[in-house]
């Protein structure tokens, strides 16, 4: 009697554990520490610029929108079984990287944050998606 008790103390305290583990799966990302090199880089493309709905568009959605959804809310197919944040790209917060910063963030990466300089490989192509991300200001 007094094993199974034990027994179920141990089951209960093991599910408090994983569900609490659960709720706080996906926290936000930390600051990301982006070299000087990076964070000084101007775009290339301007704003308008017709590859931003043409290549900007057509990359992102083929590699970024399957986590950060269609239009950068974070809520991509793949987003919930990520232990990390994919942010909203929509926020003012977030517009307020530099274009050198979001480069970094996007085609370096960190951790879930995928690299992207094997698969994206031309620098127009990168400043189009990043001209899109600036696209899904609110
Ligand atoms: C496998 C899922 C996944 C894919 C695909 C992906 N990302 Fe991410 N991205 C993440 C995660 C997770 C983070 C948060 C990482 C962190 O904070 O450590 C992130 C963070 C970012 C950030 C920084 C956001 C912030 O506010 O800190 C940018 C910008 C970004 N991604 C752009 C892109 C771009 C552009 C692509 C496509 C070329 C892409 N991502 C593809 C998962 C993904």
Not at 1 to 11: E, H, R, Y
Not at 59 to 66: A, E, G, L, R
Request: proline share 3%; aromatic share 10%; charged share 25%.
């Amino acid at each position: 009697m007094k094993n199974s008790i034990k027994l179920i103390a141990i089951i209960c305290t093991a599910i408090v554990f994983v569900t609490a583990n659960m709720a706080m799966a996906q926290k936000a990302g930390g600051p990301w520490t982006v070299p000087a090199k990076y964070k000084s880089m101007k775009t290339t493309v301007k704003a308008g610029d017709a590859s931003i709905n043409t290549v900007g568009k057509e990359t992102y959605n083929k590699h970024c929108k399957s986590c950060h959804g269609a239009k950068g809310l974070g809520d991509g197919p793949k987003a919930a079984n990520l232990k990390t944040s994919t942010s909203n790209f929509s926020t003012a917060k977030f517009q307020a990287y530099s274009d050198g910063e979001i480069y970094y963030m996007s085609f370096i990466g960190r951790d879930e944050m995928p690299n992207f300089e094997k698969k994206i490989l031309d620098e127009a192509d990168r400043w189009a998606v990043v001209g899109y991300i600036r696209t899904m200001k609110k």
